[in-house]
T-cell receptor
């Protein structure tokens, strides 16, 4: 059965800290891995990764994929209180039509 | 370009009533996906539709749940005879094509509470 596992499930840090969120997966026909940020409402798209070793960056956020070891990390540097959210990792497998989501990592950044 | 629209944002139903959730995809998107999110759980796929067609409903409960995406108008997720276990956030997402090459964009969700 295809699955996506995120760790840690929750994390509390102080403003300015750097955090690393993990996502490992087991899917039969991997096509892409996506990261979303969910605050109180809609998950908002962050990154889509399809190739190993190519880092994607957006401001203080960056992500990379390792297709050999079947995992991805999401890094957030110099965290701010506005980064507090649930970060969702999802995988698209070619066999299916839907995204397979992990349970998410709840990040709390205190000032 | 308006994003994915869902309404209502909050819906309260008594046990046994029907719930109808609506989703209008982003302009130019013809693929709609419905997901359910329970507390402490990730998003779980329910159904994938294109206009007038259900492509994959492998995540839908066999009874009481149905979905449609008519030629005109929004996609609708219908839950008949709701029970307390149906209380959850229901998210709709859309993409211009099948997921993979294109990310899915999510709506704000409908939070269903069954009393």
């Amino acid at each position: 059965e295809d699955k996506v596992v995120q760790s840690p499930l929750s994390l509390v840090v102080h403003e300015g800290d750097t955090v690393t969120l993990n996502c490992s997966y087991e899917v039969t026909n991997f096509r892409s891995l996506l990261w979303y940020k969910q605050e109180k409402k809609a998950p908002t798209f962050l990154f889509m990764l399809t190739s190993s070793g190519i880092e994607k960056k957006s401001g203080r956020l960056s992500s990379i994929l390792d297709k050999k070891e079947l995992f991805s990390i999401l890094n957030i540097t110099a965290t701010q209180t506005g980064d507090s959210a649930i970060y969702l990792c999802a995988v698209d497998n070619q066999a299916g039509t839907a995204l397979i989501f992990g349970k998410g990592t709840t990040l709390s950044v205190s000032s | 370009n308006a994003g994915v629209m869902q309404n209502p944002r909050h819906l309260v139903r008594r046990r046994g009533q029907e719930a109808r959730l609506r989703c209008s995809p982003m302009k130019g998107h013809s693929h709609v996906y419905w997901y359910r999110q329970l507390p402490e759980e990730g998003l779980k796929f329910m159904v994938y539709l294109q206009k007038e067609n259900i492509i994959d409903e492998s995540g839908m409960p066999k009874e009481r749940f149905s979905a449609e995406f008519p030629k005109e108008g929004p996609s609708i997720l219908r839950i008949q005879q709701v029970v307390r276990g149906d209380s959850a956030a229901y998210f709709c997402a859309s993409s211009p094509s099948r997921g993979g090459s294109y990310e899915q964009y999510f709506g704000p969700g409908t939070r269903l509470t069954v009393t």
